[in-house]
């Protein structure tokens, strides 16, 4: 009797078996972890700074972050002439100038501050400055500004992405990958 049910048991899987001998692993398993896969990374959220022109709204560029959470504005003072950078921080949407550091001190230039200063062998530094810019515009120089947009080891010239004398307001945004790799392929 025992001999009996164990060979009904083999005899059950053997049968269940023979379709799967020799053809290896489906196919479809690999396949949908793929798709799967790629679905999760394209609607995985990504954080990113829009350049928009400040008076249409037209989308001008937009850069990923890839987890900085600061950016440089860096442009030659027009009555100085010598460079001013402003550094900002993003905390979610929000953007927050962070410190600025300018080479002479003259007309149009900080004399006093209620922020913490330093003289350094890069020039003046004003910080711990943390006051929100809404909205953050700077007007793209025409002549001799030379405007650059600075995101780690990125430089950007605004004249990349405007035009001389247009209104560009920068913007922290978080959207899908997707989104992002959609907005700045098709509608660009």
């Excluded at 793929?34 to 990113?48: D, E, H, K, N, Q």
């Excluded at 929000?94 to 501050?113: H, K, M, N, Q, R």
């Excluded at 530094?125 to 405007?147: C, M, N, Q, S």
């Amino acid at each position: 009797m025992c001999i009996r049910v164990q060979s009904a048991i083999t005899m059950k899987w053997e049968s269940s078996n023979k379709n799967r001998q020799g053809k290896g692993r489906p196919a479809f398993p690999a396949f949908a972890y793929a798709l799967l896969f790629t679905i999760l990374l394209f609607s995985f959220p990504v954080r990113y700074l829009a350049a928009t022109d400040a008076a249409s709204a037209r989308s001008l560029k937009s850069w990923l972050l890839f987890g900085q959470r600061s950016f440089t504005i860096s442009y030659i003072h027009s009555v100085e002439l010598t460079e001013v950078r402003e550094v900002y921080r993003i905390e979610q949407d929000d953007i927050y100038l962070s410190e600025t550091v300018f080479f002479s001190y003259g007309a149009g230039l900080p004399s006093t501050t209620p922020y913490s200063f330093e003289m350094t062998e890069e020039g003046f530094r004003i910080y711990d400055i943390d006051e929100k810019v809404d909205p953050l515009i700077y007007r793209t120089g025409a002549v001799r500004a030379d405007h650059r947009l600075i995101i780690g080891a990125r430089d950007i010239p605004f004249l990349d992405f405007s035009q001389p004398a247009e209104a560009v307001m920068f913007q922290s945004r978080k959207s899908p990958f997707i989104i992002f790799l959609i907005k700045e392929f098709f509608y660009e």
